[in-house]
């Protein structure tokens, strides 16, 4: 059984910075990635992370400010969050799928490619 664990939300100001971690217990790991939920919102695509080889992917609204890892050994994956703004303030989420994708491949940013998630850890961004 899959379980992801996300921490490290919270309350900061526009400026401010976060780091949240996804723990992945059970399973292959993939491809995983973060996405996030703004109230009345669909679920969007932040960052993806190939696993064997740590390649990346970013959606343009956080490129340059946010940066996606993980730490092999400990199974965890991190989001750092830097030059937060208001319109970053949603529900972060975590996921894993066991399958990869080629380089440029959309499929990393679809959230039905993802099998297993977390529940969630709030960030909001105050003006």
């Known amino acids: 059984q899959v379980q992801l664990v996300e921490s490290g939300g919270g309350l900061v100001q526009t400026g401010s910075s976060l780091r949240l971690s996804c723990a992945i217990s059970?399973?292959?790991?993939?491809?995983a990635g973060w996405f996030r939920e703004a109230p009345g919102q669909e679920r969007e695509f932040v960052a993806s992370?190939?696993?064997?080889?740590?390649?990346?992917r970013y959606a343009d609204s956080v490129k340059g400010r946010f940066t996606i890892s993980r730490d092999r050994a400990k199974r965890t994956v991190f989001l750092q969050l830097n030059s937060l703004k208001p319109e970053d303030t949603a529900v972060y989420y975590c996921?894993?799928?066991?399958?990869?994708?080629?380089?440029?491949?959309?499929?990393?940013?679809?959230?039905?490619?993802?099998?297993?998630w977390g529940r969630g850890t709030q960030v909001t961004v105050s003006s």
């Open positions: 059970g399973g292959t790991s993939g491809t």
């Open positions: 992370i190939r696993w064997f080889d740590g390649n990346t």
């Open positions: 996921a894993v799928t066991p399958r990869t994708y080629n380089s440029g491949n959309s499929y990393v940013r679809d959230p039905l490619k993802y099998d297993n």
